[in-house]
C-alpha cells in the first residue's frame, strides 16, 4: 500500500486504509495471501532525484532488487512521489 491524498491505497486490489496517528499496523487481506503493512516503513522508504516519465516530477522512492542471475546487475525499482507511477531500470 502506498500512501495517496492522505489515505493508504493499494495498488493491486484497491484497499483503501484512512492515514491516522493512531494505526501503525494494519492488515489487507487479498485472494489467498495477507499483507501486513508496517507504517513506520512505508515513511523510511528512500528517495532520489530522478524525473518520471508520466508527471515530470523529479523526485521518485527507490528499492533495488536482483531480478535476474547473480553474476548481472540489480534491478532498480522507482516509484514517482507525486503521481504514484513505477517504472525500472537495469
Same mark, same amino acid.
Given at each position: 500500500?502506498?500512501?495517496?491524498?492522505?489515505?493508504?491505497?493499494?495498488?493491486?486490489?484497491?484497499?483503501?486504509?484512512?492515514?491516522?496517528?493512531? &494505526?501503525?499496523?494494519?492488515?489487507?487481506? &487479498?485472494? +489467498?495471501?495477507?499483507?501486513?503493512?508496517?507504517?513506520?516503513?512505508?515513511?523510511?522508504?528512500?528517495?532520489?532525484?530522478?524525473?518520471? &516519465?508520466?508527471?515530470?516530477?523529479?523526485?521518485?522512492?527507490?528499492?533495488?532488487?536482483?531480478?535476474?542471475?547473480? +553474476?548481472?546487475?540489480?534491478?532498480?525499482?522507482?516509484?514517482?512521489?507525486?503521481?504514484?507511477? &513505477?517504472?525500472?531500470?537495469?
Amino acid at each position: 500500500m502506498f500512501p495517496k491524498d492522505g489515505r493508504y491505497v493499494c495498488n493491486a486490489c484497491g484497499a483503501v486504509k484512512d492515514i491516522d496517528n493512531n &494505526s501503525q499496523v494494519f492488515k489487507t487481506e &487479498s485472494k +489467498d495471501k495477507e499483507t501486513v503493512v508496517i507504517r513506520e516503513h512505508v515513511a523510511t522508504l528512500p528517495k532520489t532525484r530522478i524525473a518520471c &516519465s508520466e508527471c515530470g516530477h523529479t523526485e521518485a522512492y527507490f528499492v533495488i532488487r536482483q531480478t535476474r542471475a547473480a +553474476d548481472e546487475p540489480e534491478t532498480r525499482i522507482y516509484r514517482c512521489c507525486k503521481c504514484n507511477y &513505477s517504472w525500472r531500470e537495469y
